[in-house]
């Protein structure tokens, strides 16, 4: 694999090599997964969530043990939105074939009473609900499970910024996905947001629908310790040096913010 210019990435994974640490949590993510719990991954903003569910998929895929689906509902406002997102997902990743759509897919699109259109300038078909139509969230979810379930591998859903559903304007959202994830028990789900207090309240109290049917991992900041090999690795690599006490310094200013002593550390000077 070519070398980064830059080995302090400020989006995503992209290999092990420029990932810090999560050994940890990497290890325990794996074994919620393969003892079939579904899982919870919150924290505070910025502290690498999306960075290492991207590494877990990819691992997974890569080792041919499940196939992944991730997506991220930030854009979505309803749990239409959502449903149209993840069927739009499970058509880039199940859903086509060489000549395009399979006849599973098309066939899993009409009965969820979906159009499909085509993008004029890409040719890239997109999935919505006509206007006038009466989407059923419930029902949609539970034919899409049932097309998921018939992968021959476990397929593990990542849903990314779940707080969002909280937002859904008189829907009941949690409902809607917690019976989705009820419904399959043959499916894994990753749930991952970052407004900490409320994925924490949605999935530990009693009277909340998610209650006791997942796994809760909260992501801390990544150790000083490892920190401070990782940077000082990647200073030495490029022949640039840094001390000890100021590798120190951009930690504790950042609060151990992930982001923060990445982009720090990204920038020249
Ligand atoms: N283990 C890591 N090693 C190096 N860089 C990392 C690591 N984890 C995350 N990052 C970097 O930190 C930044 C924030 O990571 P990420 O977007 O995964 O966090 P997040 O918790 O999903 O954030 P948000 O709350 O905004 O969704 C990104 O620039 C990412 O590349
Ligand atoms: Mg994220």
């Given at each position: 694999?070519?070398?980064?210019?830059?080995?302090?990435?400020?989006?995503g994974?992209?290999?092990?090599?420029?990932?810090?640490?999560?050994?940890?949590?990497?290890?325990?993510?794996?074994?919620?997964?393969a003892?079939?719990?579904?899982?919870?991954?919150?924290?505070?903003?910025?502290?690498?969530?999306?960075?290492?569910l991207?590494?877990?998929?990819?691992?997974?895929?890569?080792?041919?043990?499940?196939?992944?689906?991730?997506?991220?509902?930030?854009?979505?406002?309803?749990?239409?939105?959502a449903?149209?997102?993840?069927t739009?997902?499970?058509?880039?990743k199940?859903?086509?074939?060489?000549?395009?759509?399979s006849?599973?897919?098309?066939?899993?699109?009409?009965?969820?009473?979906?159009?499909?259109?085509f993008?004029?300038?890409?040719?890239?078909?997109a999935?919505?609900?006509?206007?006038?139509?009466?989407p059923?969230p419930?029902?949609?979810?539970?034919?899409?499970?049932?097309?998921?379930?018939?992968?021959?591998?476990?397929?593990?859903?990542?849903?990314?910024?779940?707080q969002?559903?909280?937002n859904?304007?008189?829907?009941n959202g949690?409902?809607?996905?917690?019976?989705?994830?009820?419904?399959?028990p043959?499916?894994?789900?990753i749930?991952?947001?970052?407004?900490?207090?409320?994925?924490?309240?949605?999935?530990?109290?009693?009277?909340?629908?998610?209650?006791?049917?997942?796994?809760?991992?909260?992501?801390?900041?990544?150790?000083?310790?490892?920190?401070?090999?990782?940077?000082?690795?990647?200073?030495?690599?490029?022949?640039?040096?840094?001390?000890?006490?100021?590798?120190?310094?951009?930690?504790?200013?950042?609060?151990?913010?992930?982001?923060?002593?990445?982009?720090?550390?990204?920038?020249?000077?």
């Amino acid at each position: 694999m070519a070398k980064l210019k830059n080995p302090f990435l400020l989006t995503g994974f992209h290999s092990v090599k420029y990932f810090c640490d999560r050994e940890r949590e990497f290890e325990t993510l794996k074994d919620h997964l393969a003892n079939d719990r579904n899982i919870v991954l919150y924290s505070w903003r910025r502290i690498g969530k999306t960075s290492l569910l991207k590494y877990l998929l990819n691992t997974l895929e890569k080792e041919k043990k499940a196939e992944t689906l991730y997506v991220d509902l930030l854009s979505t406002n309803s749990t239409v939105d959502a449903l149209e997102l993840i069927t739009q997902a499970v058509y880039d990743k199940f859903g086509k074939t060489k000549s395009g759509l399979s006849a599973a897919f098309q066939r899993l699109v009409g009965s969820i009473g979906m159009s499909l259109s085509f993008d004029p300038h890409t040719g890239i078909p997109a999935f919505s609900f006509s206007a006038g139509s009466s989407p059923k969230p419930e029902t949609s979810f539970r034919v899409l499970g049932e097309f998921l379930k018939t992968r021959k591998q476990t397929v593990i859903v990542a849903i990314d910024e779940f707080q969002r559903i909280s937002n859904y304007q008189n829907q009941n959202g949690e409902a809607v996905f917690r019976s989705w994830m009820q419904s399959f028990p043959e499916l894994r789900f990753i749930y991952s947001g970052s407004h900490r207090h409320m994925m924490t309240s949605m999935f530990a109290e009693k009277n909340r629908p998610f209650y006791r049917s997942t796994q809760l991992l909260d992501l801390e900041p990544i150790e000083y310790s490892e920190y401070e090999k990782f940077i000082r690795y990647h200073f030495s690599e490029n022949g640039k040096e840094i001390t000890k006490a100021q590798i120190r310094e951009i930690y504790v200013w950042s609060r151990g913010q992930t982001y923060c002593i990445q982009l720090i550390c990204n920038t020249p000077g």
